[in-house]
């Protein structure tokens, strides 16, 4: 999961070759030396472990997107795909994947095509130029244009609309013209009011943020490629405006896309995307990332607010209707492009749908991108997955009034399944189940362990140090915990059924190689589950008519209740799961 983005090991790829210098420790130094005809060890100097990486990604987050994006390209036999979660108000990368086809029909993460590859981004490129029309005080939502049949003549080129076969759209409004992803309506309307100054149409997409160097901390980030016009016009043409104002003669990576899509999102507040949060030693933070601020207003409010309202009509009325939830307002644009190589345009398309939900307080913003042949939509192929992605994330963020579960007549304890026992005990701590714990648990987000069910509570324990490079067990987890674990580790994970884990197909404690598969058979527990433990019911109430007898026996739960019991504090939810990059110490030279 994410190993283009995270890496595999020492100074391979991705953010662990951009830190590994705070990464990896320092080797220790010693010495062999005879003593009482045995020869002993001496360290000189220890080992110094080194830092570790704590991403924004989100483990939960990175599975959503990446399954749903696999399962389409499966069902479309597509090249490749990717998909970029980003969160609105900080510029988080909660989730990236670069999916390949492989030659055994397979689709794995081999390159960060996300932020490395650069492609011509097709109509999700045309808010960005309705964006400078209107911030320049050109384009207003009244303004019309008549499209015809769908296909115009410009310079010698024809510029054609999707729709040009079953006659065009006619007379459009500019909300019009993006809802329907109409190119001549785009091209007419940016030709016009540029055509004799090309050069502010180019600075318009600077001023935005379309061209900014991001600074992704992934070793061989592309910058985007703007051409912007010399004043002999020698490196232009006449219908270089046009194509570019429809997402040609440009290229731009998704990262780039989606960040100006957040910053929509973000009332025009736009943010450089964040991959790392801080640097720690020894659990201390010793450095921090914070969000940076790349436009405080990449836009005029006006005109901001204007494309965001277009956007959401493009998902409920337009071409992005297949993204459309019944749950919440999602905003977005289609995109569909073909592929240019140095010897012309080929025969594969790039698909793609880019927008942010929920459309009314935007929490994330999204952009999906397939790379695949004929016949080629964003709207139906690439939507679907943002719908998905979108539908599923908002999911996993609703809260649970924990307060309504619990008993508090006939307190039971509940069987607590292996795995995170810091997320078990927030549980546990809000159903006001009584639980021992280690201490400092409260303070760790991530704490792998077992637990025990008995008449006076839960009893927590945290597993023994495991070495990195030994295959831990995780029979007995649910599926979130088993895959961050594992391929925290650098193990690619592929499962089978539903449930927890019952089998895995390494065996607990072998060694293993990076990037490794196992496979992991999930199931229902059925009869092996374990019975939860309910106290005995009171006896009943002596009649009104005796007295109640002071010396009445206490169950066995009330003797044993511990003498502080959690507090309940409301709303809660299953605590997230950060992307630990761990250090690259040697374990072996440390003392």
Not at 304 to 325: F, H, M, P, Q
Not at 538 to 556: C, G, I, L, T
Request: with cysteine.
């Amino acid at each position: 999961m994410a190993t283009c983005i995270k890496g595999l090991d020492s100074a391979r790829t991705g953010i662990e070759l951009s830190f590994d210098s705070v990464l990896r420790g320092k080797p220790g130094v010693a010495h062999r030396q005879k003593v009482l005809n045995r020869y002993l060890t001496i360290i000189d100097q220890p080992a110094e472990d080194g830092c570790d990486v704590m991403t924004t990604l989100d483990v939960g987050m990175q599975d959503i997107c990446e399954k749903a994006l696999s399962d389409k390209l499966t069902e479309l036999n597509a090249n490749s795909g990717v998909v970029i979660l980003m969160e609105v108000a900080t510029g988080d990368i909660k989730a990236m994947t670069s999916l390949r086809r492989m030659s055994d029909g397979s689709y794995q993460e081999i390159n960060a095509d996300a932020v490395k590859n650069l492609y011509e981004p097709g109509s999700v490129f045309k808010p960005m130029s309705f964006l400078v029309a209107m911030d320049d005080g050109y384009m207003h939502m009244n303004d019309i244009v008549d499209v015809g049949c769908g296909v115009k003549e410009m310079y010698g080129a024809m510029m054609r609309d999707a729709n040009w076969r079953s006659g065009g759209s006619g007379v459009v409004n500019v909300p019009q013209i993006l809802q329907k992803s109409l190119n001549v309506g785009v091209s007419v309307l940016i030709d016009r009011y540029y055509h004799e100054q090309p050069e502010k149409f180019v600075e318009g997409l600077y001023r935005i943020g379309v061209a900014e160097d991001l600074k992704i901390p992934i070793p061989g980030y592309a910058k985007p490629r703007i051409r912007m016009p010399k004043k002999d016009r020698s490196n232009w043409s006449k219908t270089a405006l046009p194509w570019m104002s429809i997402g040609y003669e440009t290229q731009v990576p998704p990262i780039t896309t989606v960040t100006f899509y957040n910053a929509l999102a973000n009332n025009g507040k736009m943010l450089r995307p964040r991959l790392v949060k801080a640097i720690l030693k020894n659990g201390q933070v010793i450095q921090e990332f914070p969000p940076v601020v790349l436009r405080e207003q990449m836009a005029k409010p006006e005109a901001v607010k204007n494309i965001r309202d277009i956007l959401e009509s493009v998902v409920s009325i337009g071409t992005g209707k297949r993204a459309k939830s019944p749950y919440f307002p999602i905003s977005g644009k289609t995109g569909t492009a073909q592929v240019w190589t140095k010897h012309g345009f080929s025969a594969q398309y790039l698909v793609s749908f880019a927008g942010y939900f929920p459309s009314d307080k935007p929490l994330y913003s999204c952009i999906v991108c397939i790379q695949k042949g004929a016949p080629a939509s964003g709207g139906l192929q690439c939507a679907p997955i943002f719908k998905r992605v979108a539908e599923t994330v908002m999911a996993q963020r609703r809260t649970s009034d924990y307060t309504q579960a619990r008993d508090t007549i006939h307190p039971i304890s509940p069987y607590v399944h292996p795995g995170n026992i810091a997320s078990a005990a927030s549980v546990l701590h809000q159903l006001g189940v009584a639980y021992t714990a280690p201490d400092g648990l409260d303070e760790q987000p991530i704490r792998w362990g077992i637990s025990h069910t008995s008449e006076v509570g839960v009893s927590m324990s945290p597993n023994e140090a495991e070495p990195s490079a030994m295959v831990p067990n995780v029979q007995g987890y649910g599926l979130r915990d088993a895959l961050f674990r594992l391929e925290e580790l650098g193990l690619h994970v592929r499962t089978e059924g539903v449930g927890r884990v019952t089998k895995q197909s390494l065996k607990p404690g072998s060694s293993f190689e990076k990037g490794q598969e196992i496979v992991l058979t999930l199931g229902q527990e059925g009869k092996k589950r374990k019975k939860v433990y309910a106290p005995p019911a009171p006896p009943p109430e002596a009649p009104a008519s005796q007295p109640a007898d002071s010396s009445e026996k206490k169950s066995p739960a009330d003797e044993k209740q511990p003498a502080t019991a959690p507090k309940p504090t409301g709303k809660s939810t299953e605590r997230p799961l950060p992307a630990l990059i761990r250090n690259h110490s040697n374990l072996s030279n440390k003392k």
